[in-house]
């Protein structure tokens, strides 16, 4: 396990990790839940493993996907040192952090880096909505950065939040050395486009909207971040690669493969959906927490019937063997 010294701020270790590194595709991880509803590091081991082979670049635990929020101190801390024993040191490690206050996100962005994560994904905060003002926000990742000894990648998430970095805040965030990216899962491509355009190359602008891929990856994203390729993590990379190699018309083919199933496992029927896809990959999904809730009937026959169109795109035969057997 990686392990990094706690700091004063400004002792940041400036170019151990950079925007280079924040290319390809990155896995947000669900947490799985045991029977009790614990949980399930083994679980969570076992699918990390599997991932490991897909031709995935990284992953992000603690995401909005693996249900932070719902997570107390202790089961945060056995999700990331589960994970981080996982994850081989060829795979870049980003931990998602962030609280309302300033001086409480400080202190995750420091556990974070103690427990082995390469870069930390700041969210935004959002209690006092009203008063998040983009000085107020300037303010706030500037103070994160200056302490974090791991990079921050910011996280633009305002259909959740009901705050939204603007392109210009975050081209003044892109020049704190410590900032190096941005996740942005708006779905708005004329802002992600100008964030795009306001950008060095020290910066990554990664899209979160996996029906934007092939666009986002076309006008010069380096990379993701998408829920959806912890079912199809194949077909999502096969996508950055082809976009890579100058392929635009296999990548677009392969986009409109994708795009039923990330809808399926993320607008419509949301990280329930999401879980029970895992399952039927042969992954352990699990249940949710409440008061999010697990698909009904109709809704796992379509989440299976859009899975099955992806499948011959993504799977090994060994894979459609577990997947067959976790249906079974």
């Given at each position: 396990m990686k392990s990094h010294d706690t700091?004063?701020?400004?002792?940041?270790?400036?170019?151990?990790?950079?925007?280079?590194?924040?290319?390809?595709?990155?896995?947000?991880?669900?947490?799985p839940f045991d029977g009790d509803g614990l949980v399930d590091s083994r679980a969570l081991s076992r699918n990390i493993e599997r991932w490991n082979e897909t031709g995935?670049?990284?992953?992000?635990?603690?995401?909005?996907?693996?249900?932070r929020v719902h997570l107390d101190e202790r089961e945060a801390l056995e999700v990331v040192r589960t994970a981080r024993a996982s994850v081989p040191e060829s795979l870049a490690f980003v931990v998602g952090v962030g609280q309302p206050g300033t001086r409480a996100s400080i202190a995750e962005a420091r556990w974070?880096?103690?427990?082995?994560?390469?870069?930390?994904?700041?969210?935004?905060?959002?209690?006092?909505?009203?008063?998040?003002?983009?000085?107020?926000?300037?303010?706030?990742?500037?103070?994160?950065?200056?302490?974090?000894?791991?990079?921050?990648?910011?996280?633009?998430?305002?259909?959740?939040?009901?705050?939204?970095?603007?392109?210009?805040?975050?081209?003044?965030?892109?020049?704190h050395e410590n900032i190096i990216g941005i996740k942005d899962s708006s779905g708005d491509m004329v802002n992600f486009l100008e964030m795009l355009r306001l950008q060095s190359d020290k910066f990554a602008v990664l899209t979160g909207?996996?029906?934007?891929?092939?666009?986002?990856?076309?006008?010069?994203?380096?990379?993701?971040?998408?829920?959806?390729?912890?079912?199809?993590?194949?077909?999502?990379?096969?996508?950055?690669?082809?976009?890579?190699?100058?392929?635009?018309e296999e990548a677009r083919e392969l986009q409109r493969t994708l795009i039923p199933l990330a809808r399926a496992v993320t607008t419509r029927f949301g990280i329930g959906g999401l879980k029970y896809a895992l399952d039927l990959r042969g992954y352990t999904g699990g249940e949710v927490r409440a008061p999010l809730a697990m698909p009904d009937d109709t809704a796992r026959r379509e989440i299976a019937r859009t899975l099955e169109a992806c499948r011959p795109y993504d799977e090994t035969e060994n894979e459609t063997k577990l997947a067959e057997g976790a249906v079974t």
């Amino acid at each position: 396990m990686k392990s990094h010294d706690t700091i004063q701020s400004g002792d940041f270790a400036a170019g151990s990790f950079t925007a280079n590194k924040l290319s390809g595709i990155f896995l947000p991880c669900t947490t799985p839940f045991d029977g009790d509803g614990l949980v399930d590091s083994r679980a969570l081991s076992r699918n990390i493993e599997r991932w490991n082979e897909t031709g995935i670049n990284g992953y992000v635990i603690l995401g909005s996907t693996g249900e932070r929020v719902h997570l107390d101190e202790r089961e945060a801390l056995e999700v990331v040192r589960t994970a981080r024993a996982s994850v081989p040191e060829s795979l870049a490690f980003v931990v998602g952090v962030g609280q309302p206050g300033t001086r409480a996100s400080i202190a995750e962005a420091r556990w974070a880096a103690d427990e082995g994560a390469d870069a930390v994904l700041v969210i935004t905060p959002h209690f006092y909505r009203a008063a998040m003002t983009p000085l107020a926000l300037a303010d706030h990742y500037e103070a994160i950065a200056d302490a974090s000894v791991v990079p921050l990648v910011l996280y633009n998430i305002p259909q959740n939040t009901g705050v939204a970095l603007s392109p210009e805040s975050v081209a003044r965030l892109s020049e704190h050395e410590n900032i190096i990216g941005i996740k942005d899962s708006s779905g708005d491509m004329v802002n992600f486009l100008e964030m795009l355009r306001l950008q060095s190359d020290k910066f990554a602008v990664l899209t979160g909207h996996a029906s934007l891929l092939h666009a986002a990856l076309s006008a010069g994203a380096p990379g993701a971040i998408l829920a959806v390729a912890c079912v199809a993590p194949r077909l999502a990379a096969r996508i950055a690669q082809a976009v890579e190699q100058g392929r635009h018309e296999e990548a677009r083919e392969l986009q409109r493969t994708l795009i039923p199933l990330a809808r399926a496992v993320t607008t419509r029927f949301g990280i329930g959906g999401l879980k029970y896809a895992l399952d039927l990959r042969g992954y352990t999904g699990g249940e949710v927490r409440a008061p999010l809730a697990m698909p009904d009937d109709t809704a796992r026959r379509e989440i299976a019937r859009t899975l099955e169109a992806c499948r011959p795109y993504d799977e090994t035969e060994n894979e459609t063997k577990l997947a067959e057997g976790a249906v079974t």
